[in-house]
Structures are given as C-alpha cells and as structure tokens.
C-alpha cells in the first residue's frame, strides 16, 4: 500500500512559527503556515498535533498558494469540544467528529488516507481504528500538493508529520488490541518482536504458530506491546530519523 516516501521543508513566514528539534510550534493568534509537500493524488498523511490549552486551529490537507483552496480542501478543525474533518463545496459539505477536545493539555495523532482525485478521506487513529470516511465531491478533483496550518488562537506545536504515496487501496481495519508490524506493502503481521537480527537487519516476530523474519525496510510501523488505557508518560524522545520513544526518566 505504501510506495514511497516524501518529505520537503516548508519555508517558515516571519516570526510567528519557531522550529524547534525539527517540530513547528506558535503562540501567536492568526499564524499561518503554507508548504509544498508535493503531496501526491493519493497519499498517506500521518500527523501529530499538542498543545498546552484549548486550541482553535485549521489543517488543511491538498492546497495550492491560492488562498482560495484551504476552503475546498478537507480540514481539521477544533471546533468547540471536538475535533473535526469536514470539507465544504459549494453544493456538498460533510463534517464528521475524530476526538474530544478536554480542558487543558492534549494531542492529536492520526493517520490519514486522502485521495483528492475521488475526494475521499478516511482517518485512523494511531492504533489502527477507523475513526472517520468522506466523501465530498462527484466530479474528479484537481490535485494540490501543499498543506495550510492556521493558529486561530491558543498555542500550537506540530510534531510530527509524515507523508507517503498510496496506492489507492483500501486501507486495513486492524485488531487493534494485538501487537503487531505493518509492513509497507499494506499487509499486517500480528505478534510479538521477539528480537532484531542485527546481521541481517530484520525483526523476528513470533505468533502462536509460527516465526517470522521481516526485513527492516520494509517496515512502516510497529507496535511492540498491546496498548492500554495509561496516563501520558512525563518524558518523550523523537530521533532526528523518526523513531520515537516515551516513559519515565530513571
């Protein structure tokens, strides 16, 4: 499912966004971001978004420099207590609710399926569960490779953010309770990494029946344990090549 990867930086304008250790981040009321990500038709956007109190901010995902395109494009929005993917044409509009915003610090973190030719979107959470799909739109839509982030107000900080070719297939519901590597082809293989194979530069993961080398190339993510209902964890780390790691410091 996943074809290749891109990134690109964006240029930042003026002082209202700081880039610290690689992540976008501003207090400012009315900041505005645009960049060129060469976003293709069919894409795979996984992002992060934090922030320490209510936010009230615009993602829009498939833009151009015209300012006109962030109102076609599908967009999340913080819209009271929710967090919402909506998109708004001129005779169709849908919105659809992907997480409740709680008082005070909190984050977002979604993988996203956009497919601007056939104007679709579906939204997983980072555990693999299907939170929301739109359709908005009938005739073929043009493609924008960009992205619009907008601050309304409050504080945001963009933490991570990772764009892929997709090839259009359905994306997979997952067992979400199961540890479990998604390899880049789109299939998905349950159970546990019992080691690396440093020689080989390939994870071993064991399932109830069998044991199965998986290169590490050819990896897109891993979840090593079951996830849980936890507190957030005080102390995170993110590697300048992406691996990120969260826990208490000893």
Request: proline share 6%; glycine share 8%; no cysteine.
């Amino acid at each position: 499912m996943v074809l290749a990867p891109t990134r690109a930086e964006p240029q930042l304008p003026t002082k209202s966004w700081r880039d610290e250790a690689g992540q976008l981040m501003t207090d400012q009321e009315g900041a505005s971001i645009h960049g060129d990500f060469g976003i293709p038709a069919r894409a795979t956007i996984e992002f992060e978004i934090s922030w320490k109190k209510k936010p009230d901010f615009v993602f829009a995902l498939g833009t151009s420099d015209q300012p006109d395109s962030v109102k076609r494009a599908f967009r999340f929005e913080a819209w009271g207590g929710d967090l919402i993917v909506q998109r708004e044409l001129e005779k169709e509009a849908d919105l659809a609710v992907v997480q409740e915003i709680a008082p005070g610090p909190g984050r977002a973190h979604f993988q996203v399926y956009l497919d601007q030719e056939n104007n679709k979107i579906t939204i997983f959470s980072q555990l693999g569960k299907q939170l929301a799909s739109l359709k908005v739109g009938s005739s073929k839509s043009p493609v924008y490779p960009g992205l619009d982030l907008t601050n309304l107000r409050g504080d945001l900080r963009l933490e991570w953010l990772r764009i892929v070719r997709w090839s259009g297939e359905p994306p997979r519901e997952v067992k979400a309770d199961q540890a479990r590597i998604h390899r880049s082809d789109g299939s998905i293989v349950y159970g546990h990494v019992t080691r690396f194979d440093a020689a080989l530069r390939a994870f071993l993961v064991k399932s109830d029946s069998e044991e199965t080398r998986i290169p590490a190339d050819q990896i897109s993510s891993v979840f090593l344990s079951m996830p849980g209902e936890e507190k957030p964890r005080p102390l995170r780390v993110v590697y300048q090549d992406g691996t990120r790691f969260s826990g208490d410091l000893q």
